[in-house]
């Protein structure tokens, strides 16, 4: 029984960083064919997947956002982390860490979005 948990602070001045980590138990991050994401919900977009990191280490971001993404992991402690650069308001939401299988066909890989922390208030605001 895999669970998620995020944490970080809440508050976050525009054009700085926001800085998230989320603690996995019950399952360890390198489990093969698995995948660690962050997702955000906000009223004006909705939910919006951010990006991941796979079992083998490797990120993927949304284009949108690569530019100011980076995703990273500590497999010592299970935990994977979120970065997200020069934010203004509109990155207000509520962050969300997700664990999920993947399958693959070809050069096409399929996502599945299993276990979802609580999600975390992350507030952009002077």
């Known amino acids: 029984q895999v669970q998620l948990r995020e944490s970080g602070p809440g508050l976050v001045k525009p054009s700085q960083t926001l800085s998230l980590i989320c603690t996995v138990s019950?399952?360890?991050?390198?489990?093969?064919?698995?995948?660690w994401s962050w997702i955000r919900q906000s009223p004006g977009k909705g939910l919006e997947w951010m990006g991941d990191i796979a079992y083998s280490g490797s990120t993927y971001y949304r284009p949108s956002l690569k530019s100011r993404t980076s995703i990273s992991r500590d497999t010592s402690k299970n935990q994977f982390a979120l970065q997200l650069s020069s934010v203004t308001p509109e990155d207000t939401a509520v962050y969300y860490c997700?664990?999920?299988?993947?399958?693959?066909?070809?050069?096409?890989?399929?996502?599945?979005?299993?276990?979802w922390g609580q999600g975390t208030l992350v507030t952009v605001s002077s």
């Open positions: 997700v664990s999920g299988a993947s399958t693959r066909s070809g050069a096409l890989v399929y996502r599945y979005f299993d276990v």
């Open positions: 019950g399952g360890s991050i390198t489990t093969a064919y698995y995948y």
